[in-house]
Nanobody, 119 residues
């Protein structure tokens, strides 16, 4: 069983930046971030695996996902933040290589970290 621990959420003004971190207690293959805003369904943000990095269109060019394999940690650098980025951000991990954007194949999930962007 792999546990994921997230950190880095908070409150910033529009146009600001935040960096989220997620450390896994074991080895994983694909790691990524999903988010869920109040009253909305969970949505894909970004994933990273050996094969590449994938982004939702809504964050492309503003968010960067990266990974430190030695630390089993994935990061999400979020720049030019907008009020519509406000959500609980969840780290997810899979033991397979996947480009899934639904979250259904990710076996492990973090507890979530709140990101709030004020206008």
């Amino acid at each position: 069983q792999v546990q994921l621990v997230e950190s880095g959420g908070g409150l910033v003004q529009a146009g600001g930046s935040l960096r989220l971190s997620c450390t896994a207690s074991g080895r994983t293959y694909t790691m990524g971030w999903f988010r869920q805003a109040p009253g909305k369904e969970r949505e894909f943000v970004a994933t990273i695996a050996w094969g590449g990095r994938y982004y939702a269109d809504s964050v492309k060019g503003r968010f960067t996902i990266s990974r430190d394999n030695a630390k089993n940690t994935v990061y999400l650098q979020m720049n030019s933040l907008k009020p519509e980025d406000t959500a609980v951000y969840y780290c997810a991990a899979a033991t397979i290589s996947t480009t899934d954007r639904t979250g259904s194949v990710f076996e492990y999930w973090g507890q979530g970290t709140q990101v709030t962007i004020s206008s």
